[in-house]
């Protein structure tokens, strides 16, 4: 999606405007996951992020105030449901422990 770079010319597919987007919201994924743990969902909600959704409307807002661009195809209805909150972030968490069980030499 072109609204996702603060800069960029040129029309894009739907397909690929979609792909941006999905890719976008998996680094969102990928980097609450790294900082928050099973947190995330919680600190999120603190901050008012339900779902995909309301990404879309801070790009959206970023847009709004010139931070962002998008072209006519652009639609915050691209957001929707990407992922399950519930299944990401809580369901599908996985604890590390590889660190935990290792030895250190003395």
């Known amino acids: 999606?072109?609204?996702?770079?603060?800069?960029?010319?040129?029309?894009?597919?739907?397909?690929?405007?979609?792909?941006?987007?999905?890719?976008?919201?998996?680094?969102?994924?990928?980097?609450?996951?790294?900082?928050?743990?099973?947190?995330?969902?919680?600190?999120?909600?603190?901050?008012?992020?339900?779902?995909?959704?309301?990404?879309?409307?801070?790009v959206f807002e970023m847009i709004e105030h010139g931070r962002m661009r998008k072209t006519d195809n652009d639609r915050l209805e691209d957001f929707v449901d990407i992922y399950d909150f519930q299944q990401v972030f809580d369901a599908n968490y996985i604890i590390d422990t590889s660190e935990v069980f290792t030895r250190n030499p003395a």
Not at 21 to 36: C, D, M
């Open 1 to 58: 999606m072109q609204g996702l770079k603060a800069g960029g010319d040129g029309d894009r597919s739907p397909l690929a405007q979609q792909d941006g987007i999905t890719s976008a919201l998996e680094g969102v994924r990928v980097l609450a996951l790294k900082q928050f743990g099973l947190m995330t969902q919680t600190v999120f909600k603190q901050w008012g992020v339900q779902s995909t959704k309301d990404f879309g409307k801070m």
